[in-house]
């Protein structure tokens, strides 16, 4: 089984890259049924990925990017595995030497945003910051104290019963 790739941040490349592999010529691709991706012919890819880590680092902060990173980690695991698996690391520039940097420079773009992730090769930790770990004990303590509560409530109850019926 065959696995193209196609991320977002590279899509016209990519799909021009798949449309040749598969005997296109890659040039009669129409990008405007993509509304997410409007590429600006007159920039690069690499200045339209450096502008969107522009836009990102504007609006999250480094502390919120770390933790979606570790959020994510299993996710960026798979990521990794699958940009490996793609058939583009097996393809020929067109001067014939091997085209084996898709991985590897997908993965380096990664390992910019999210390094701890990108260089771990396991499954990660869960995420469970402290406070939340001791929000979580403090509910179940609370849930346990007004369970004990309401059988003592129901005790007493069927105790009152009891006595009415006497």
Same mark, same amino acid.
């Given at each position: 089984m065959k696995l193209?790739?196609?991320r977002q941040e590279h899509m016209k490349e990519d799909i021009d890259t798949i449309d040749r592999a598969m005997g296109g010529d890659g040039t009669d691709l129409h990008m405007e049924h993509f509304d997410h991706v409007r590429p600006d012919a007159n920039k690069t890819s690499a200045e339209q990925l450096e502008e969107r880590k522009s &836009?990102?680092?504007k609006h999250m902060? &480094?502390?919120g990017l770390r933790n979606l990173c570790r959020v994510l980690c299993?996710?960026?695991?798979i990521y990794k595995q699958l940009m490996r698996r793609?058939?583009?690391n097996f393809l020929q520039d067109p001067d014939g030497r091997p085209h084996?940097?898709?991985?590897?420079?997908?993965?380096?773009?990664?390992?910019v945003k999210c390094p701890r992730e990108v260089q771990t090769n396991k499954a990660c930790d869960p995420v469970i910051p402290s406070n939340l770990k001791a929000a979580n004990e403090a509910a179940t303590?609370?849930?346990?104290?007004q369970n004990a &509560?309401?059988?003592l409530r129901v005790k007493y109850a069927k105790h009152q019963m009891e006595q009415s019926q006497k």
């Open positions: 193209w790739v196609v &836009h990102l680092s902060s &480094h502390g299993n996710e960026i695991q793609a058939e583009q084996n940097d898709f991985a590897k420079n997908t993965i380096a773009e990664l390992e303590a609370d849930i346990a104290a &509560h309401m059988k």
